[in-house]
């Protein structure tokens, strides 16, 4: 995990939706945080209706598990669209059932291979550090600055890796002595002080853009039926004070063309809708095969991210070196799409 510039860019799935934060009043109802080194996050986010406390009690320093934390961003989301429901055998009547729906739906988070979410499961750091990416980018939050190694880098599992390199170089989530403790598990305080900097830090769209977004959205639920649908034909980026809306199939670029010219309360203008070569999941799906043709080609523990510049219609694969077998290689199994960037 060497030094670089880390951004992060609008994924297509991140058609952001309007998420206003109500200004945060005085806490007195949480008796066991008055000592909590992040009692700020804590207090916002219970004042915010964010999180909840049992009989008056947080428990910052209890772990915390894949339902209380879908829970948690889906009321950060404050959105009130029907999701679809998932298929998962371990959540049908929970209390958490709609929030692991939504979240599930906009890829925020995800189930297992056998048809489980495991909601009481406890979420280890470098778990949560995926879903706070993956939130940071249905916002359309970006971050630019520099990652730096940690001392035990080489225990952070592959998945994680660009998700850690995220928040560590934003400050978002830090570990302790230069460690940054993966396998260990998040607790409640934790992660809400995670959170917390996300929203009063992260550079993410205007008011504005939320609202439009978020209309926006429900004219692409009209036509697709869910986020994720969208997902496998569509993009969504910004360029200036312009969503462009790029989609692969003509028939449903038509259809969203028509719901968004026909609803009043979309500007004239202010949305485009274009022709897309790809999709976010053919993006999604680009980027992790050109990782995987370098790190095949290149020595171990070599340095390589992905981005999209959606704008150009390219993937980009930021190195520190490559050699010409490798740049052959990706050229053979990627083409055209991929622009090498190194640094």
Known sequence: MKKYTKILMTAAVAAVLSGSVMAAGTTGGLRDIDTYWGKQAVEYFYD??????????????????????????????????????????????RWSQRAIDSLVDKQIMNGYSDNTFRPTQNITREEFAV?????????????????????????????????????????????????????????????????????????????????????????????????????????????????????????????????LAEDSQIEGGSVIVQRSTYSYNDYKNIMARAEKVYRANEPTGSFVKTDVDYLNEKVLLTVNSISKGTQTALNKEIGGVLRIVIQ
């Open 48 to 93: 915010n209706h964010y999180v909840s406390g049992a009989g008056g009690y947080f428990h910052p320093d209890d772990p915390i598990t894949r339902e209380g934390i879908a829970s948690i961003i889906n009321n950060m989301l404050n959105e009130s669209p029907a999701v679809p429901k998932t298929s998962f055998k371990d959540i049908q009547g």
């Open 131 to 259: 879903i706070a990416y993956n939130y940071m980018s249905y916002k359309g939050i970006t971050v630019q600055d520099t990652a730096v190694p940690y001392d035990d880098e080489n225990a952070i599992a592959p998945w994680a890796r660009k998700a850690v390199d995220t928040l560590s170089a934003a400050g978002y989530m830090k570990g302790a002595n230069n460690t940054f403790q993966p396998k260990e598990e998040i607790t409640r305080g934790e992660a809400v002080n995670v959170l917390y900097r996300i929203l009063t830090n992260g550079k993410g769209s205007s008011e504005k853009q939320n609202t439009l977004e978020t209309q926006v959205f429900k004219d692409i639920t009209d036509v697709y039926g869910s986020i994720k649908n969208f997902a496998k034909d569509g993009i969504m980026y910004w360029q200036g004070n312009k969503l462009h809306v790029g989609v692969k199939t003509q028939a449903n670029r038509d259809k969203l063309e028509q719901a």
